[in-house]
């Protein structure tokens, strides 16, 4: 009996939604030390740009509160802590596909922010470093033990929208982009019907460095809502 | 062992890292608790496993010959060993399961079997376990982990290895299936207090986790549908869904828990649900009283595991000794579970156990009443000391395999709960227990 390639559309959105949400944190948690880094300058608006380009409101009223709030609040969508818990919503449906072990990469940061965030522990630098690890530790994990290429490759769309979307939100360099562009039209050659075809070609033609350099927030708005709509799961 | 016992954080951080958590619903509110580990097992020496596991054996022998005689002959209906009305008016007696023929004529495949050592070092039976007994999972992983904090522990002492639950589970899976299709694990959800086991169990097995609106039905054969549509039949459905809910077409209409049709295939042998329909008609706490007479009528031997001494208001003589000795009786409600409905008698007030005296005077057949066994303590870390709290062991008993004993096995490991309340005798997870390993001595 072969059970290695059946995959129900729930898991399917859950595997996609996953990858969305660990590179969410691993990317927060790599805006969050920019940011946190530039406030110590006094700089205010660091926050609001941040909180901006994240699509969250301002919701603290001083330094102190917002470096928490951003890592430690549960009731801030976009806060580290939210993400972990979306992705421990998504991983823990998926223990036998993707395995114990590499649950426990998901498992461990949820326990150490909801201890920290219990205990009134102020982030710091090692505590942001280390859920940066068991993030890149996840990763290698599926790597290690997921052998099955639908799984994989669900994961890894989910990753990659999700790292185009932060990278056009936060305004990174156009070659990032496009170069994990490049890898989702790899993911859509292997797994054509999870895409909404439509909206990739879109994509495709919106995406050149010139129109990307020089594009507004309605060109923005744009790419962002079609890869929002580029997967059908 | 010391090594073991220091290690009780660490073990408890590797259960936290591997998610082993149980839901809890209190006040209309899910929350996720984490499973208290103790690190001192309960040793169960070779001579007194070799008792037990034939004794295990025989019983779930007895009550799969029973369940399969209730919804077929009912001779001993017939032949007044067990009397109709226990059997009829059962919540788990289920007249849609007359003369269906399960795969195997096996009908309890995981059993959960319920004891408790007395002080003398004779064990009783608490309670039998033929829907959905949960809980093999957490020994299971607790030894996965315990090897690795602590592998002089494992050196040092001869145990039963532990970890081979899975292949027992799959090879009855394998063998009960149908139609060569695949293995699932039906699970109502994320939100089921035993989650974590259904998932674990699962990848363990390589059966597939199936959720609700994973799979459908045509023309009697079951079918999981894959992400574009696609089918692959399935043979063998390892269902964590109580019977009412597994078929809204069959049962309960707004279920939504489980597969339209899904009893009309099984009804056709296209499929093993694992463990069958109307199994709860034999581990009714009423039924409970007769498996002894089971083993003898159904075996002809005389039962090796003894019940806890048992009083069914039904029968006058045990309806007069409980009405004049409630208070030191332990009275339970047969329609309850999961430790709720237990009441000892010595812990009510004069008029508390009035109001309970003519309850069971008003419905005799809803009760049962024992003696409050004297069970062996156990000794359990609390903070930084040793303390003794009561303790039980479940056994797992699994039916419908391919090896020897008519594919019946007893998994040499079991879930021992403890009570972490000094006063109290319940030691169910969903109350507050915790869990031991159980180890099994080879030599």
Known sequence: MNNSTILSPSKANSLFWLGRYTERVYLELHLLRLCFDKMIDGDPDDYGRYLSAIGGVSMYPDQASIINGLVHDVSNPASVISSVERCNDNAVLLRDEIKSPTLGYIQMPLELLRQNAKNGIEPNVDELQTLTDWMLAFWGSIEERVYDDRVRTLLKIGKLIEHIDMNVRFGYKFYRIEEAFSSLLACRTSEPRAFNAAAMDELAEMLSEEKYTSGDSEYKNRLLYLLGNAVVL | ?443
């Open chain 2, 1 to 443: 062992m010391q090594t073991l016992i220091e290690s009780r954080d660490s073990v408890n951080r590797w259960l936290e890292r591997y998610g082993v958590r149980f839901g809890v619903y209190k006040n209309g509110v899910f929350n996720e608790q984490f499973f208290p580990f103790d690190s001192i097992p309960r040793v169960i020496p070779k001579k007194d496993w070799d008792v037990l596991e034939k004794g295990l054996i025989q019983r779930v022998k007895a009550l799969n010959a029973f369940l399969w005689d209730i919804y077929h002959e009912k001779s001993i209906i017939k032949d007044g060993i067990v009397p109709e009305e226990f059997v009829y008016s059962s919540k788990g007696y289920m007249p849609e399961c007359e003369g269906i023929d399960p795969i195997g004529k096996v009908y309890s495949h995981i059993s959960g079997i319920d004891l408790v050592e007395g002080k003398d070092g004779n064990w009783f039976i608490l309670e039998d376990n033929l829907r959905i007994p949960s809980g093999a999972s957490y020994p299971m992983i607790a030894r996965e982990i315990t090897r690795k904090v602590s592998p002089t522990t494992f050196i040092d002492n001869s145990i039963a290895d532990n970890r081979d639950y899975p292949e027992i589970l799959k090879d009855m899976m394998d063998t009960m299936n149908a139609g060569r299709g695949i293995n699932v694990i039906l699970t109502p959800g994320r939100y089921n207090s035993a989650f974590f086991e259904h998932s674990y169990l699962a990848e363990k097995t390589g059966a597939v986790l199936a959720f609700p609106g994973d799979m459908t039905v045509e023309d009697d054969i079951v079918w999981y549908t894959g992400l574009y549509k696609e089918k692959v039949r399935v043979g063998a459905i390892y269902r964590r869904v109580s019977d009412e809910y597994l078929d809204p077409l069959a049962f309960e209409a707004s279920s939504l828990l489980g597969v339209p049709n899904l009893f009309q295939a099984y009804k056709k042998g296209n499929v093993a649900v694992i463990n069958c329909f109307g199994n709860g008609v034999a581990d009714d706490k009423g039924i409970y009283y007769f498996v002894p007479k089971m083993v003898k009528y159904y075996l002809g031997e005389e039962p090796i595991l003894h019940n806890a001494p048992t009083y069914l208001p039904y029968y006058k003589e045990d309806y007069d000794y409980i009405l004049a000795n409630i208070g030191k009786l332990v009275i339970k409600d047969v329609s309850e579970a999961g430790g709720y409905g237990v009441v000892f008698g010595r812990d009510l007030t004069p008029e508390k156990l009035e109001e309970l005296k003519s309850l069971i005077v008003e419905q005799p057949r809803r009760w049962i009443a024992q003696e409050v066994i004297d069970f062996k303590d156990l000794e359990i870390i609390d903070g930084e000391e040793k303390v003794w709290r009561k303790a039980d062991l479940r056994a797992f008993v699994v039916s419908g395999g391919s090896g020897a004993n008519g594919g019946v096995r007893v998994w040499k490991s079991g879930l021992t709960r403890f009570s972490r309340n000094p006063a109290s005798f319940v030691v169910n997870s969903s109350q507050g227990g915790g869990f031991k390993d159980t180890w099994i001595m080879n030599e």
